[in-house]
Structures are given as structure tokens and as C-alpha cells.
């Protein structure tokens, strides 16, 4: 299956390129970026352009960030293209609606991908903890905003969600592993003095569940959700590729390892079958945190 792929950055080159180049299902056939380029693929700088001059292209993948990924997304759905989101799905919930709406009465597929969820530990949590009890669950995500998104500032922007750009990973793996929905009820968010997101966040939601984000943790990353049950402990560590069980391993990868050949595994399954897959539940967390979050000032922030 042809794909074009919108917004050459960060994510595009670390993972997207790499997975659809070692897919037998698909071929990178061009490119969209205003500054980026790909070798051995047509490239363009408008969406629009690339609309119009590839009718064979049947996919298009954004790797824009949230804010700007709208409008390409209604392009591309206008143009009765297949459409794949980058996590978080868009700036607003309402606009993910919008773009569902579209794609359904036009009968196409819309993604809305959450590459955490297809980390190894993942389904096996979820399938262990379908018949227990839960406790309560501590997330403990802390890493460092220079290493994941150095010098964009699009992320301390209005809508780049700040330290929730990771959170909503945990958010993602949380709202896929428990059997049963949480809500969020308080949260204390920092924002740095000269920033518009959140540089760190604590929440707390019912059922006695925690989760605390930090971006500014150097050294070693910290990607960890531990749930208690009434059968045992689970932890999901390195971002849930791996998985322990009372303190025995069941499950392991490297962090990050085979998320994005599991995304476009995914794409190409719902492209086949003609459905759509659009949760927003991770969003809606993240949407609640920031209307009942309150708010302090802390240390300016610079990259
Ligand atoms: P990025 O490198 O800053 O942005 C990707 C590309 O989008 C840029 O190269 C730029 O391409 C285009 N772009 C940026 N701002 C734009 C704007 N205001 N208007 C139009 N185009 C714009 O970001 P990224 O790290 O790849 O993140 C993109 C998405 O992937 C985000 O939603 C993020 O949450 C998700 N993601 C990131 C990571 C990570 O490790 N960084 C991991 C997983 C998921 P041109 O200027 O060339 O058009």
C-alpha cells in the first residue's frame, strides 16, 4: 500500500521511515514538508500539491505536531484519502469528532494512533488484568524534554500540551489496560514562568489511581505504571515493553521496539476491512487534567 507522509521532523525519521521501510505491506511513495526532505521519494511542500499530482497514493500518515495537523487531515480525507494521526490526535477533541464525521461519511479509515499501546507488555497486561480486581495503579513518567523534542517550542505552545505530550503515552497504555474506565478528580499542574504548558504535572482519578509527569528528569528515563489487584502486582516498565508479574518477567523488549511496524500493521488492517479506529480517551484525560488542574508557577524554561 502507497503512503505519503506529512511533516518531515523528528518522528517521521526516527520512526515512521524506518517502519514503513522494513514493511513488506508498504511503500513510502512521497513526501510533504515545508523544510524536510526524503531521499528516493517524490517530495513536496504542500499537501494540496501532493493531493493533486499522487491520486495513487490511497494513505496519508501526519507526523505534524497536534496544532497544525487539522487542516492537512481534512485535506487529505476531502481528497477520499485513508488518514493516520500522530499521537495526541489533534489540538481539540471537537476537531478529532470533526474529522471522524468526515471520514465516516465518506466510508474511509482514520487512525488515530497511540504508539504505546502496541508496546510488548501492553495487550498481555490488559488480558491479565481482565479478570481481576484492581487496587489502585501508580504511572511514574519522567524524561527529559531536551532529549524527545529538542528546541521545539511548538510543545510550550498553545495546544502542544506540554509535559502531557508524553503523558498521554501512559494515558493511552492506562485508559487500554484497565477493565473498567477511571476519572480524572484533581490535579496540580507547573507551568514554567515563561511558558503557556504545563512543565510537570500530578493527577489523581478514581479508583485510586496516580500518575505523576515530569519533564525534566535528565540521566535515565522513567516509563513506569504499576497496578495493583487482588491477584498480584503488575509493572509495565520502559514504556510497557516490559512487563513484570509479581516480580517475575513475562514479557520484554526495548523501549520503543516494534511500536511503529504494530501501528501501520494496524492501518493497513483497518484500510482492508474499511473501519476506523478513533479513542479518544487518553485525550479526555488530558482535556480534564487541564480544566480542573490547578495551576503554579515555577522556574523559566529554556531549551
Ligand atoms: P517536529 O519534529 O517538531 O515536527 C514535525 C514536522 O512538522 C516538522 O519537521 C515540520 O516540518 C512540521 N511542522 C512543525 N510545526 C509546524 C507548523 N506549525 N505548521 C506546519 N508544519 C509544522 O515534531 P515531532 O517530534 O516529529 O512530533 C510530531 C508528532 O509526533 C507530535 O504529535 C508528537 O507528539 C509525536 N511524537 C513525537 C515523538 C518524539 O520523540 N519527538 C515520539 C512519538 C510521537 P516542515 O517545517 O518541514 O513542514
Known sequence: M???????????RDQHIPAIAASEEWELAAAVSRHGR???VENFTDIETMLAARPDIPVVSLCLPPVPRFGPAEAALAAGRHVMLEKPPGATLAEVHALEAMAEARGLTLHATWHSRMAAG???ARDWLASRRIIGARIVWREDVRKWHPGQDWVFEPGGMGVFDPGINALSILTAILPRPVH???AA????????????AELAFSGNVTAEFDWRQEGPQTWDISVETDGGTLRLTDGGARLEIDGDEVGTRAALEGEYAGLYRRMAELVREGRRDVDLAP????????????RRTVAAFSF
Not at 502507497?2 to 517521521?12: C, H, N, P, R, T
Not at 485525550?283 to 490547578?294: F, I, S
Request: glycine share 10%; no cysteine.
Open 283 to 294: 485525550m479526555v484525560h488530558v482535556a480534564d487534567a487541564l480544566t480542573l488542574g490547578r
Open 184 to 186: 480524572l478528580t484533581s
Open 122 to 124: 501492553v495487550a498481555p
Open 189 to 200: 499542574l507547573q507551568y514554567p514562568e515563561n511558558r503557556d504548558t504545563p512543565i510537570a
Open 2 to 12: 502507497k503512503v505519503a507522509l506529512v511533516g518531515i521532523g523528528k518522528i517521521a
Open 38 to 40: 526524503v531521499e528516493g
